[in-house]
């Protein structure tokens, strides 16, 4: 059994191209959303939701690694909390004031705030769009939590590739 030959394929198969994907995934969200931003439409509405459920999707299979950097950071409550406080998410749009990175908003930003954001202010696709278009303060709110999604993703992959060495040599305790 070698150990090293074990986390190298761990870290460099699985973990890397994992965050990598999530990475992309939300790159594409994050353009999705700049696209349905400026033309408030059933259909970029729809691939928005594509979008978000595809990086979700993701994000399955990095969340397990909340090592290093990633528990350091909090990446996992940033990122998928559940229940979403919606009173919490609705009092930071209102007031537009808010921390992301203060624990009490954990449970009003990541993926699960998406979700409420795009599925959970009415069940018909055009009344959602009439929310967010009403409401500019929602739009920025949605932009910021997927901002922060994908900053917080860059800032993970980036260390896993900086400590990656180190973490296959680590001995084993």
Do not use: C
């Not at 191209?17 to 349905?36: R, Y």
């Not at 033309?39 to 090592?67: C, G, P």
């Not at 979403?84 to 004031?97: A, E, L, P, W, Y």
């Not at 921390?99 to 699960?112: A, E, K, R, T, V």
Request: aromatic share 12%.
């Amino acid at each position: 059994f070698d150990r090293q030959q074990m986390l190298k394929f761990i870290v460099n198969q699985i973990i890397i191209p994992s965050f990598d994907n999530l990475d992309g995934s939300l790159e594409e969200l994050n353009t999705s959303f700049d696209q349905f931003d400026a033309d408030l439409t059933d259909e970029n509405l729809k691939d928005l939701r594509n979008k978000w459920l595809n990086s979700y999707k993701a994000w399955q299979h990095v969340e397990m690694f909340n090592i290093g950097k990633a528990m350091e950071d909090y990446y996992l409550y940033k990122s998928n909390i559940y229940p979403v406080d919606t009173v919490r998410v609705n009092s930071n749009i209102k007031s537009g004031q808010y921390d992301l990175d203060n624990p009490n908003n954990y449970s009003s930003q990541g993926f699960p705030t998406i979700e409420y954001l795009l599925y959970g202010l009415d069940e018909d696709p055009s009344k959602v769009i009439n929310h967010l278009r009403d409401n500019s303060k929602k739009r920025d709110y949605l932009k910021k939590i997927i901002d922060a999604l994908a900053d917080n993703t860059k800032a993970i992959k980036s260390n896993w590739n900086q400590v990656k060495a180190d973490f296959i040599k680590s001995p084993f305790k």
